[in-house]
């Protein structure tokens, strides 16, 4: 089991920038593949980005490509996503979560998929 724990969320105004940090521990980090989700009250949970164990594949959900990255670095255990021009609609607590039986290259996107998740962070953009 992978434990997961997020830090950075907050409230800020809509065009502004975050970074969001999830640093796990358990059962090698290195070797699993990583998501990012957001629930909105209300709402599914929702796929927001996902990277590979190696770091060289991402993906992104369709709401947020060109304005979130995701990146990882394995030394440190910390997987992140950068957050840029936020508009209110991506007001939600966002999720860090592991992939650790991915038998393929292709980002998972489904919650079904990930094995474990972190108690969330919430992020709220006023307008």
């Known amino acids: 089991q992978v434990r997961l724990v997020e830090s950075g969320g907050g409230l800020v105004q809509a065009g502004d920038s975050l970074r969001l940090s999830c640093l796990a521990s358990?059962?090698?980090?290195?070797?699993?593949?990583m998501g990012w989700f957001r629930q909105a009250p209300g709402q599914e949970r929702e796929f927001v980005a996902a990277?590979?164990?190696?770091?060289?594949?991402?993906s992104y959900g369709d709401s947020v490509k060109g304005r979130f990255t995701i990146s990882r670095d394995n030394a440190k255990n910390q997987v992140y996503l950068q957050m840029n021009n936020l508009k209110p609609e991506d007001t939600a607590i966002y999720y860090c979560?592991?992939?650790?039986?991915?038998?393929?290259?292709?980002?998972?996107?489904?919650?079904?998929?990930?094995?474990?998740w972190g108690q969330g962070t919430q992020v709220t953009v006023s307008s």
């Open positions: 990277i590979s164990w190696t770091g060289a594949i991402t």
């Open positions: 358990g059962r090698a980090f290195s070797r699993n593949d």
């Open positions: 979560a592991a992939d650790r039986s991915n038998p393929n290259n292709v980002m998972r996107t489904s919650t079904n998929d990930y094995d474990d």
